[in-house]
């Protein structure tokens, strides 16, 4: 997933591999070569994997002027488990910024360093500025909002894609009807034709041959005949 949002990053920022490579250069202490950055990008769809460690999400974050967060965002329609947990990949984000029963122990950190809400006094001002104060441009609780329905936005893009297709799928099993959705998907039409009436066949002497059990006044086609 890094690999894959590294070369996100480097699109989003017009960079080459080679000029990626001399912005790498300041903070690894050598210079890349070509292949070598190819090769980080190859890892998430090719065949070898690499892994990376904090120190190099870090570098990331600083040559591409990105959160660390954003080389945690899996491609959109990523369904896979993360490695070792039978957690979704696309819970990632959610576990990065925080889940709601985990944010108060994190704002109590964070209040420690300054970082807290807008007072009362400053959200007036912002209501007669228009402008943000500088505790809401602080504030990880306004921009884990920000983040997470930014992220909701996208993921719920693909999940109306998603009903929407799954509702032609259903609108269409309605009009052929399962043999005809069976016969379409197997591309035999025999399985599309409804079934031939059981025949009923005569013994010797004219005697219809029936289910055993089944009287005359069952049969179909005859009337019961009358005892005197």
């Not at 480097?10 to 300041?26: D, I, K, S």
């Not at 007036?124 to 909701?152: F, W």
Request: proline share 7%; charged share 30%; no cysteine.
């Amino acid at each position: 997933m890094v690999a894959y949002n590294v070369r996100q990053a480097r699109e989003l920022r017009g960079w080459t591999q080679e000029e990626l490579a001399g912005r790498l250069e300041p903070y690894l202490g050598q210079r890349l070569t070509q292949a070598a950055v190819s090769s980080i990008e190859r890892a998430w769809d090719g065949e070898r994997r690499r892994e990376f460690d904090a120190h190099e999400l870090l570098i990331f974050a600083l040559v591409f002027d990105l959160p660390i967060t954003w080389f945690f965002v899996p491609p959109a329609g990523d369904r896979r488990m993360m490695r070792a947990t039978t957690r979704p990949v696309d819970e990632l984000y959610a576990r990065l910024l925080g889940l709601p029963h985990q944010l108060e122990e994190l704002h109590a950190r964070l209040r420690e360093y300054g970082i807290a809400d807008p007072t009362a006094a400053e959200e007036v001002v912002e209501r007669l500025t228009g402008e943000p104060s500088a505790s809401r441009r602080r504030s990880y609780k306004h921009r884990r909002k920000e983040m997470m329905l930014a992220l909701l936005d996208h993921q719920a893009d693909d999940f109306d894609v998603a009903v929407e297709d799954l509702g032609r799928r259903l609108d269409h099993l309605r009009a052929v009807g399962i043999r005809g959705w069976v016969a379409e998907h197997t591309n035999d039409s025999d399985f599309a034709r409804a079934p031939a009436p059981h025949p009923v066949s005569e013994e010797p002497g004219g005697a219809d041959r029936r289910p055993e059990g089944t009287s005359d006044a069952a049969a179909p086609g005859r009337r019961p005949t009358k005892k005197t």
